[in-house]
């Protein structure tokens, strides 16, 4: 039990300096763009606000676009419960004249997705009674997860979906079950989305 407990401890310091590293260089390459396909992603994203769902082009998986749509939905929200009240007009407005917040949110939703998939391969080695979670730690610090972290694309949404459908095939390998089919399935299909 102690021993679970250091693990823990030393597992939360590693998170919190992962999550620094992933911050540092959250805002790098502005004012302009970091990456030449964040605009493209950004823009598709804010496109459904016009009143409908369909991208108007598959360079990219459409999942991500409607996950960075639903979490600029919910920055509208927090936007308009601050006590500003503004409509949707004057939200496409904020984009045109500060359009940085914008790529932050999808940055930040990167970071989060790739801290996420270390998370599940802690829980997955614990699961498989490992003792140190290595695999997760070298996750959490590998330099090209740090840097798909520092931009508003794909990668690290696809790397969380796989992480979790390797999961659920391990559970599915140990104990079968139509449950963990579904799950498996599900996991990765939303990954190849």
Do not use: Q
């Not at 998170?15 to 396909?37: E, K, S």
């Not at 930040?108 to 997760?136: F, H, I, Q, Y």
Request: hydrophobic share 55%; aromatic share 12%.
């Amino acid at each position: 039990m102690a021993r679970e407990r250091k693990l823990g401890g030393v597992w939360a310091c590693a998170v919190g300096a992962a999550a620094i590293l992933r911050l540092i260089g959250i805002r790098w390459g502005w004012p302009g763009t970091y990456n030449a396909d964040e605009p493209h992603l950004v823009n598709l994203a804010l496109s459904f606000g016009a009143g409908t769902l369909r991208p108007y082009l598959f360079k990219y998986p459409t999942l991500w676009p409607y996950a960075l749509f639903a979490a600029y939905g919910g920055m509208f929200v927090a936007w308009s419960a601050a006590g500003l009240r503004h409509g949707l007009s004057e939200f496409a407005a904020l984009y045109a004249w500060r359009p940085g917040n914008f790529f932050l949110i999808g940055r930040l939703l990167a970071a989060a997705c790739s801290l996420g998939a270390a998370e599940v391969l802690r829980r997955t080695e614990k699961d498989l009674g490992r003792g140190a979670p290595w695999g997760a730690l070298l996750l959490a610090f590998s330099p090209v997860v740090v840097e798909l972290a520092h931009s508003c694309k794909p990668d690290c949404l696809m790397l969380l979906l796989a992480a979790l459908g390797w999961r659920a095939a391990l559970r599915l390998a140990r104990e079968g079950g139509r449950r963990a089919h579904w799950a498996c399935g599900a996991w990765l299909g939303l990954a190849l989305s």
